[in-house]
């Protein structure tokens, strides 16, 4: 028989036992298909099943007419942190109609989405981080709850997961009220702080077979070879009822007598798998042919599932002769990878693992760094990348450059409202930075104070500023470079966000004097602008609207565009807050084409609401019917222009 029937047989045994846990999630599929989904966690060893268990469930699905979306976990994750939801929302984005805002918004997740929906949109208007993740987080699940038909939605390997579960928490709470079905699945024997996020998901706990179960799947393999007792001892005693090496033992069997049926006939082993995972992983490669095994160990240092791209690059590296598409059915036809969800990967992850324990640690090293090299050949200038690069050059050992891509890798993540990826990425980028190249420490701390401010963690923001403090003063007077007002605009800024008005205004005040100095006009404009604010908190409207016209005269004066378009905004709020609605609605249609012309989206959104304040004020429905619709263009969240909203 040739290797082809073989694996057929294998694949496609009967399914076996977990028969209470699919019931369960059965009901709970009949439940969804009547608007009333849920949320289940699978979880379970590696190789006890859990794969094969939602794929029985996802083809139930399909013959009863869901969407059926997939998304999986993986080790070593380069990329995008929310890389778990991508191949999901590819294909929901065309099951429900999205305006431009839901596609500009997506395409941080999905770069070629106007590509795959033959549109073009204009960029989603900036937010700050905690407004703009949660932006994303509303437009995926605004997409998953606007679905006319019923979702089943499988997500795999949670356990190695650490961004986007905010969005699967989210799901969570709304599914009892959508025809929505979540499955994920998580390896119990895999430590994971991911799973105690996952709380609200009801878990089902799989076991090993039991030895009725054994006794069933060997049959179904087999036939009645599989009813043999000493096919079942060895089955037993080699397997523990873990489904995967289960499968294994027979398909060792079955290569050792020449088929499957001819099993039994002659004395069987006594021990098939003496070195585990190992000795299966041998006998696996060995029946690939000896040509394609060093891409197939590249391949496997590259990651779980395989980038096409890379692929060739890699080819040529290791003097592979096959066609690409001839090595990938090989490696199909002998178990070792599979067809996934349209992509290709390891057939299982013990097989990766296998692969690379049994590689020599400096062969392992040289792939990162051939892996690396070619991914700066493949994917130039590519921050998506810069997760995956900082992995590899880490694991060849070349700090530099892994210091250059974590810099990278945490401003791409702040980019897609990733906080605590950024921070732990600025964090090993300030850890590999010369100690005596203190502009780059500077502006890393400077990073990560910014998103402690946005996080609202003022202890760490604290100490974040008191080190920026002493990095600036060793700025001026090792190199002569004066970052000190800066820092004292951060301190500005973290006194007004803790309420402490005094000492904002005096951090304010303190860099105004440093910028007056260095005849920094820009900051000098900018600490006015900070100081105004802060008085305007405390009520304190003439100061505050003094201070604020000195910021628009020196902005206007030294043509600071932006800063300019600030100080128009903030005296309309000073007019808007002592009853000048008129002389408001001055200020913002003066800021408003400034902001345009500088495409700042978020001033734009805070112009708008602004205007919609007033009209709300005045009672111009007409004016404020037009405003709210401008503001959902923009994206501005919750209730603009009615009662209860503020100038900003």
């Known amino acids: 028989e040739s290797i082809a029937i073989r694996e057929s047989y294998l694949q496609a045994a009967t399914f076996v036992g977990r028969q209470a846990e699919k019931d369960r999630l059965s009901k709970a599929l009949e439940q969804a298909k ?12 590696s190789g006890v099943g859990k794969t094969r268990l939602l794929d029985e469930i996802g083809t139930q699905a399909l013959v009863q007419g869901a969407i059926v979306l997939r998304g999986q976990g993986i080790e070593d994750v380069g990329g995008s942190p929310l890389q778990l939801w991508r191949e999901a929302l590819r294909r929901l984005i065309f099951t429900a109609p999205l305006d431009d805002l839901a596609i500009a918004v997506l395409q941080a997740l999905i770069p070629d989405i106007e590509r795959l929906l033959g549109c073009q949109v204009p960029p989603a208007p900036e937010l700050n981080g905690v407004a703009a993740r949660q932006r994303l987080i509303s437009t995926i699940t605004t997409l998953f709850s606007g679905q006319s038909q019923w979702v089943l939605l499988i997500l795999e390997d949670l356990h190695w997961v650490e961004q986007g579960l905010e969005i699967l928490q989210q799901l969570t709470r709304l599914a009892p009220r959508l025809p929505l079905l979540i499955i994920g699945s998580y390896r119990s024997d895999e430590e994971s702080s991911s799973v105690e996020q996952l709380s609200m998901m009801e878990e089902i706990s799989l076991n090993r077979l039991s030895f009725a179960e054994i006794e069933a799947l060997s049959t179904s393999m087999l036939g009645q070879v599989g009813e043999k007792p000493e096919v079942l001892a060895l089955l037993q005693r080699e397997t523990e009822g873990n489904a995967f090496f289960l499968v294994e033992v027979v398909r060792a069997l079955a290569q050792e007598a020449g088929r499957l049926s001819a099993i039994g006939q002659t004395p069987l082993p006594q021990q098939l798998f003496p070195q585990g995972i190992q000795t299966i992983v041998q006998r696996r490669l060995a029946r690939v042919p000896q040509g394609a095994v060093p891409l197939l160990a590249g ?16 080819a040529d590296t290791t ?3 096959m066609l690409m598409e001839t090595w990938l059915a090989t490696c199909a036809e002998t178990a070792v990878l599979e067809l996934f969800n349209g992509n290709w990967r390891f057939a299982h992850d013990k097989l990766r693992a296998g692969i690379l324990d049994s590689m020599p640690t400096s062969t392992r090293e040289v792939w990162h760094q051939t892996i690396a090299q070619h991914t700066e050949q493949v994917y130039p200038d590519d921050p998506e990348q810069a997760a995956t690069l900082v992995y590899h050059w880490h694991e060849f050992g070349d700090f530099a450059k892994e210091c250059h891509y974590a810099r990278i890798a945490g401003e791409y993540a702040q980019q897609q409202f990733l906080n605590e990826a950024a921070l732990d990425y600025f964090s090993r980028a ?31 923001q604290q100490v974040a500023l008191s080190t920026l403090g002493q990095i600036a003063a060793d700025l001026a007077a090792q190199q002569g470079v004066d970052k000190r007002t800066e820092v004292s605009l951060r301190l500005a800024n973290y006194a007004e966000a803790t309420g402490d008005y005094p000492a904002a205004i005096a951090a304010a005040n303190q860099a105004r004097r440093v910028a007056q100095g260095s005849n920094d006009k820009q900051n000098e404009a900018a600490s006015y602008l900070a100081a105004g604010i802060t008085l305007l908190r405390q009520g304190n409207y003439e100061e505050a609207q003094s201070s604020l016209q000195k910021s628009l005269q020196t902005a206007r004066t030294h043509t600071f565009a932006s800063l300019e378009a600030d100080s128009l905004r903030w005296l309309g709020v000073t007019a808007f807050d002592t009853g000048q609605l008129e002389i408001a609605s001055q200020y913002y249609a003066q800021s408003l084409p400034l902001y345009e012309r500088s495409k700042n989206k978020q001033g734009e959104s805070a112009v708008y609401n602004n205007l919609s304040a007033i009209a709300f004020s005045q009672g111009n429905k007409a004016s404020l019917a037009g405003l709210s619709k401008t503001d959902q263009v923009f994206g501005v969240a919750g209730g603009v222009g009615f009662a209860g909203v503020e100038p900003t």
Do not use: C
């Open 299 to 314: 391949m496997a240092v590259a990651g779980q599932q395989l980038d096409l791209n890379l692929l060739p690059l890699l």
């Open 319 to 321: 003097n592979t002769t």
């Open 430 to 460: 300030l850890e590999l930075t010369p100690i005596d190249d203190l502009l780059t420490q500077f502006e890393l701390h400077m990073a990560r104070e910014q998103i402690y401010h946005l996080q609202g963690k003022r202890e760490e």
């Open 34 to 45: 009547s608007d009333s989904g849920s949320a289940w966690l699978v979880s379970g060893e």
